[in-house]
């Protein structure tokens, strides 16, 4: 059976639910951003993005581009609730709902549905209708066999309306348009092929992954993959209400050192890790996303087989994630960190097997971190990785 996914996008998801708590906000430009000296763009308004606002970019920089726009503190409590109920509202209709890592994204496998809700177009108009109706909130919606294709046609009809792309329609949908479109093409590609004035989907569905590899390295084959819409990733379900964790951190200065980066990323882990350790929890999924100070931002992911919750583990995850996506020599002015896919760790016994010596070790050194830190402080004990940005930050 043909897999039908439905991407659910609520632009300007900050700004949206600020609107609602304030309806004077409504048609004029909002900035989302920490009250800080090196504060950076957390969401803004469609007004503000018409005037060169873009996330991640420096504070001051974006209040030079639209001086008339209010700049609002981000209350990341209000728009987790107003998520969830969103999600409450999906759940209506699949099990298997998956929050993006971007505020305000949804992604809904409604495969062998229609004998409950009827055909995957009917249950997009429902649910735009009921989170209207609800919460005051008007989503975009598109639907495609895939998340890839799904999210590109949500991206078309910003920032309201609905696409529906056909199956088997994938290659003639994505052939025409610019590559930056795309998710998952990486900014190294990009400049790449630009300079062989390669700009478009078709261009690069032409060439072969031979051929891609000389220009893209070990990404052609991924490449090859994007731009005929092929994108197998299962959508994963969602965890119950308020099971993310997430953890940023802004560099002072900005900085392009890997010794930096990875100590910040390693701090941002261990905060993670004792959230999820205090509830007995564990993560699947790890994403990291890396905020350049030229305003681009790039976000990548990595996913373990069963839940961790021990620092070694997180770290590990969190690094593969960092270098999946960290190409650029451009400084980095802020990098955050978000754990989902949240389960109780698994504990069985094997038969035969003896017990991982190392796994047990690391649990039981990161619960004893988390005993010397809730006693003595968080900043009295540190490893060694983390050295770096304690020397940045004296």
Not at 83 to 98: D, G, K, M, S
Not at 125 to 133: H, V
Not at 267 to 285: F, Y
């Amino acid at each position: 059976m043909e897999r039908r996914i439905i991407h659910l996008n609520i632009a300007d998801f900050s700004v949206a639910v600020e609107r609602l708590l304030n309806s004077s906000l409504k048609s004029k430009p909002v900035i989302i951003a920490d009250p800080s000296p090196r504060a950076v763009v957390y969401d803004m308004s469609d007004e503000a993005y018409s005037e060169g606002v873009r996330k991640g970019m420096l504070l001051n920089t974006a209040r030079r581009r639209c001086r008339a726009a209010l700049v609002l503190a981000p209350r990341p409590e209000h728009y987790r609730k107003a998520l969830n109920r969103c999600l409450e509202h999906a759940l209506h209709y699949t099990p298997l709902v998956e929050r993006s890592s971007g505020n305000g994204h949804l992604y809904l496998d409604v495969t062998g549905t229609h004998r409950l809700f009827g055909p995957p177009p009917d249950i997009g108009w429902r649910l735009r209708n009921t989170l209207r109706r609800d919460l005051g909130l008007d989503p975009i919606w598109s639907i495609a066999s895939s998340k890839l294709v799904a999210k590109v046609a949500s991206r078309l009809v910003k920032p309201r309306g609905e696409y529906i792309v056909g199956g088997g329609e994938e290659g003639s949908f994505l052939a025409p348009l610019p590559l930056d479109l795309l998710p998952g093409v990486a900014q190294v590609d990009l400049i790449r092929l630009q300079n062989l004035n390669i700009r478009r989907v078709y261009q690069v569905a032409a060439l072969s992954t031979q051929e891609l590899s000389v220009l893209c390295d070990h990404r052609a084959r991924l490449l090859y993959q994007v731009v005929r819409g092929i994108d197998p990733s299962p959508v994963q379900p969602a965890g119950p209400p308020g099971s993310e964790y997430s953890h940023q951190h802004t560099f002072s200065p900005d900085t392009n050192q890997e010794t930096v980066v990875r100590a910040a990323l390693i701090t941002l882990a261990q905060q993670v890790g004792h959230g999820l350790r205090q509830r007995g929890l564990g993560c699947r999924r790890v994403a990291v996303t890396l905020f350049y100070t030229d305003g681009l931002s790039v976000a990548r992911q990595a996913v373990a087989k069963t839940p961790v919750s021990d620092d070694p583990a997180l770290q590990q995850l969190a690094l593969t994630a960092l270098y999946r996506g960290w190409h650029r020599r451009v400084r980095l002015r802020q990098i955050s960190l978000a754990c989902s896919l949240i389960q109780h760790p698994v504990q069985q016994l094997s038969l035969f097997a003896a017990v991982d010596p190392d796994q047990q070790r690391n649990k039981r050194l990161s619960e004893a971190f988390d005993a010397i830190r809730a006693r003595c402080g968080h900043d009295k004990i540190l490893r060694g990785a983390q050295q770096p940005i304690v020397a940045g930050m004296q």
